[in-house]
């Protein structure tokens, strides 16, 4: 009997998705209702509550598909990397997001007309997508009253060449479970937007990501000949190598993402959790 993985599921014992009648057993079922996030950044929570915790973040742009409306939250799933959980519905818009454009910088401000001197309304991370209605100026009109600045953007199908040197603009952010942005993010949080900007596709949770990123390398008591750009995982955690000896991690020791000697990390958290090193993953050559 297949194992469901309702992290990436849209089940649970009273409601599943339509798609899944007959494989999965709910008590009533839902046609999906296609929305995208129209506010910078949307926690996806394990429960209808803003006390619950946020298992990760959808950007703006993000596409999401609701079988739920209920009392201001949103139970569904997110198009790019599946994951399933609750969201605001006040962070929604009906219909597919149509973006042109994504943000390529850590951060961009959004302003209600194009003058910096402007309150900014609000603001986008990395990744976030958006649609390109026009140029004035040095800014980019990205819907009624929201403007970025132009050079801020890339087009949808133009990728960052090193996904590491992505991942380098977060040194010293801070640690936050669930977390996607320079504001604050995790292990794998870190791994997966910084591919994605590199036009990798990756799942968000660790255990997924070394499932599915790369292939294996030899696990050696003393690594060698690892490079830049190599995953190494432990059990709930990633890191990515900067080079052959050094690692760079969002961490919950040094609740930063820090860049450190790999064998410092191997030995502080084999000393803290039993837990050696499970894998090192090597991604294609692009």
Known sequence: MKEWDFRLTPARPDLAGAHLRGII??????????????????????????????????????????????????????????????????ALAEGKAQPTHRVAVNRTFVYQC??????????????????????????????????????????????????????????????????????????????QISLQAAGIEAPRDTDLQEKALGRPLALDAEPSGLRRGDLVFWPGHVGILRGETTLLHANAHHMLVV?????????RILAATSKPVSAVKRLPEA
């Not at 860049?259 to 030995?267: C, G, K, M």
């Open 114 to 191: 194009p003058d910096i001197k402007m309150p900014a309304r609000r603001s986008s991370p990395l990744g976030a997508a958006v649609h390109v209605l026009g140029i004035q100026g040095r800014f980019a009109q990205i819907g009624p009253a929201a403007f970025v600045v132009a050079e801020h953007l890339r087009p949808v199908g133009e990728h960052e060449e090193d996904f590491v040197a992505v991942a380098e603009r977060f040194l010293h952010v801070p640690y936050l479970w669930g977390g996607k942005t320079c504001l604050g993010l995790d292990c794998s949080g870190l791994v």
């Open 259 to 267: 860049s450190e000697p790999l064998r410092a990390a191997q030995q």
């Open 25 to 90: 057993q709910a008590d009533a079922y839902a046609e999906g209702r296609l929305m995208h996030v129209v506010t910078g950044v949307a926690g996806l929570r394990r429960a209808p509550s803003h006390e619950a915790p946020v298992d990760t973040q959808a950007l703006f742009g993000e596409d999401v598909t609701i079988y739920e409306d209920h009392e201001g939250w949103g139970w569904g799933q997110l198009a790019r990397d599946g994951y399933v959980g609750y969201i605001p519905m006040a």
